[in-house]
């Protein structure tokens, strides 16, 4: 019997907590073996785990799978989770690619330079209003389904209700006029599997804070 994936990575969110959300929603669960200082991630570089020397890194099946795209993809084939033909696929990246345009921005704002953060939350929250949500709630209007692709669970509704979280902890008024997008969050939190992560003391990882990013840049020099 195959152990549980490993997960290699920082404590906090990053490019790894995609992974998180799409392992827990499929019911998988998983180990996770912390980076906490620049000799930990040497280590893994020198035994040649790294294949581009960076991480997120993730030991499923007997690989070191590295790459976010990669390990999502996997992921989401493994369990069912994208889509049933070549053309489900198509639309479910697509939307995923939009997702992680607007996750990128959302991800890179707390460890931005101080004097450049208000610039960008004002640019994020214009983009969030104005560009990406309604492109989904027009996906969700145009089939009146309860998923994105196929009136089925796959990896977009997971990956679009993780980052409808991050958008709401930016500003909640942001989801407002969104009706249809505010509902996908609750159906896909409601899930048995998610909703357990969704739970504290989970394997979820919140937002750090300034403290914690001051302490990033003194061990990691960003």
Known sequence: ????????????????????????????????????????????????????????MVEIDGMNLVQSRAILN????????????????ALIDMYIEGVADLNEMLMLLPISPRDQKNTKITQIKERTTNRYLPAFEKVLKSHGQDYLVGNTLSRADIQLVEL???????????????????????????LPTVKK???????????????AIEEARKIWKF
Do not use: C
Request: glycine letters at 6%; hydrophobic letters at 35%.
């Open 74 to 89: 996997y992921i989401a084939t493994k369990y069912n989770l994208y889509g049933k033909d070549i053309k489900e696929r």
């Open 164 to 190: 409808l979280y991050y958008v709401e902890e930016l500003d909640p008024s942001l989801l407002a006029n969104f009706p249809l997008l505010k509902a996908l969050k609750t159906r896909i939190s409601n």
């Open 1 to 56: 019997m195959a152990g549980k994936p490993k997960l290699h990575y920082f404590n906090g969110r990053g490019r790894m907590e995609s992974i998180r959300w799409l392992l827990a929603a499929a019911g998988v669960e998983f180990e996770e073996k912390f980076i906490d200082t620049p000799d930990d991630l040497e280590k893994l570089r020198n035994d040649g785990s790294l294949m581009f020397q960076q991480v997120p």
């Open 197 to 211: 992560f969704l739970q504290p003391g989970s394997q979820r990882k919140l937002p750090v804070d300034e403290k």
